[in-house]
């Protein structure tokens, strides 16, 4: 194993150690600090507008592979999509979740059969509300502007891989009239998203929807350790300057030169 390996295998542990330990002093009482993002804050006012007036939520999950490097933001909307559930079970039309991918659109029904279980209204889960609306980026896009267009559906949750086919989502989204908090993984999606949604959601805020959307303790405490690594790392860069400055880098390339 080389040097490279063994540093990434020791971070990923030193940062698998960090969630279980935040999760851990979590579960003791302390109390997490979340910076205030405004699209989560509008997003809550919504939901419970949303309950009180009878109209429904739709969270859309992207069209990510669930086994690609996209997964990732896949699974951070399935999170948001529990969390949805849970918090307007009670409104006369339960929330909707489209995707473009098959795996991740059997996901989402599982998803919404295992939350509305969890909180004892299984009897109240429609196979209907997780829609594979499209296999294509821009068939998937045309197949989930008709949620979007539909007079009951008063928010929208955008929170997955897309590309700039999101542009038709965003774009109707506005003209209707209704809330969109939308964010991607892809940078062609973030930049289509930032100038065609109300609420767009920047970089690695759309990994944070979890903790802000209380989803569960392990992603609040993920978001406690990505902040003690990134200290960590600070700490290192910072530390590789300093060793370049007093000419000791040169030892210790050499001694890594003999490491396999």
Do not use: C
């Amino acid at each position: 194993m080389t040097f490279s390996s063994l540093l990434g295998f020791a971070l990923t542990l030193t940062f698998l150690g960090l969630i279980i330990l935040f999760v851990v002093v979590g579960r003791a009482g302390a109390k997490a600090q979340l910076r205030p993002i405004h699209a989560f804050t509008r997003l809550r006012r919504a939901i419970g507008r949303a309950v009180e007036s009878g109209s429904q939520l739709h969270l859309s999950l992207g069209r990510g592979s669930i086994t690609g490097t996209e997964s990732a933001a896949g699974f951070v909307g399935l999170s948001a999509l529990e969390a949805v559930i849970r918090s307007a079970s009670t409104g006369d039309n339960p929330p909707v979740a489209t995707t473009g991918d098959a795996g991740l659109a059997i996901l989402a029904r599982d998803t919404l059969a295992a939350a509305y279980n969890a909180i004892s209204i299984g009897e109240q889960y429609d196979p209907h509300s997780g829609q594979l609306t499209g296999m294509t980026p821009f068939s998937f896009a045309a197949g989930t502007l008709s949620t979007i267009a539909d007079s009951k559906t008063s928010t929208h949750l955008l929170l997955g891989h897309f590309g700039s086919e999101v542009a038709l989502l965003g774009d109707r989204a506005e003209r209707s009239g209704d809330l969109s908090l939308a964010g991607s993984d892809n940078l062609a999606g973030q930049a289509v998203l930032y100038a065609s949604v109300e609420e767009p959601l920047i970089g690695e805020e759309l990994f944070a929807s979890g903790a802000y959307l209380h989803a569960g303790a392990t992603h609040i405490a993920s978001l406690q350790a990505q902040d003690v690594v990134r200290w960590l790392l600070i700490a290192f860069i910072l530390a590789g300057v300093a060793l370049k400055f007093l000419g000791v880098d040169t030892q210790i390339d050499s001694w890594l030169g003999g490491l396999p």
